[in-house]
């Protein structure tokens, strides 16, 4: 199978192939893309910019689920049947986004092999990537989450090359993305940078050499 670094270069290409399935929008920082609960039609693709993806449960609490940047599909629940949609997307910088319309994408995906491989592909990452978030919740220190969301905003261990400056991203929404509280999101994120792991230059830089926290057998102390 052809590797998702070889395919998402021509993503762009294949989608135009939709003709007038899709359409091509530009969002705010903080805008929404979507809302839980509105009517699941289509699904979208990052054409520049990041988003997250949250939910709210009953009681009000806001978990973020998912961080997507550039090249990367969401809302593709759309074509599992999902009726209605189970989370929210907002930009989390100025985006980019092309919305394709169920009924069009599903067609290129059985008529169009190039880009079937490619949205399987898409599928599978986002399946592995899913599972290896659950073993974190369940298994590791909030200190390891923490390092590993870090590393992975800053495409750590993906595909492409590391893009070490994070573009402004509150202790709120970390503590969101790690299970945890601010309180120590900032606990950690002091001791990241007192031990050089990080720094601050008007984002977060992250340095390789927070690898050590996730690949340290032991966990560190959580104080």
């Known amino acids: 199978m052809t ?25 705010r920082k903080d805008q929404i893309v979507f809302s ?47 009726p209605q949609r189970i989370s929210t997307a907002t930009a989390e910088t100025d985006s980019l ?4 319309k169920k009924e069009a994408l599903v067609s290129l995906i059985h008529e169009d092999p190039e880009f079937s491989e490619l949205f399987i592909v898409h599928l599978l ?8 978030d659950l073993v974190d919740q369940l298994f590791n220190s909030s200190e390891k989450r923490l390092a590993r969301t870090l590393l992975l905003l800053a495409n750590f261990g ?4 590391p893009q070490p400056m994070i573009a402004k991203i509150s ?8 299970g945890t509280t601010r309180a120590r999101v900032s606990f950690f994120m002091n ?3 007192r031990l050089g792991f990080i720094s601050y230059n008007g ?10 926290v996730v690949l340290h057998d032991k966990p560190h102390i959580e104080r």
């Not at 590797?3 to 969002?27: C, I």
């Not at 202790?171 to 790690?178: G, N, P, S």
């Not at 984002?203 to 050590?212: F, M, P, R």
């Open 36 to 82: 839980q609960g509105e009517a699941a039609d289509a699904a979208f693709f990052v054409q520049r910019g990041r988003v997250r993806i949250s939910v709210l449960s009953e009681q009000g609490k806001e978990a973020i689920v998912a961080m997507l940047g550039e090249n990367e599909f969401f809302g593709e629940g759309c074509l599992a049947g999902q």
């Open 158 to 161: 993906q595909e492409g090359k």
């Open 97 to 100: 986004i092309v919305r394709l």
């Open 171 to 178: 202790q709120e929404a970390l503590a969101q993305m790690v």
């Open 125 to 132: 990452s986002r399946a592995v990537r899913t599972e290896a």
């Open 191 to 193: 001791k990241f940078r």
């Open 3 to 27: 590797t998702k670094s070889q395919l998402k270069f021509d993503a762009n290409a294949l989608l135009s192939k939709l003709d007038g399935g899709r359409s091509t929008a530009e969002f």
């Open 203 to 212: 984002g977060i830089e992250v340095h390789s050499s927070l690898l050590n």
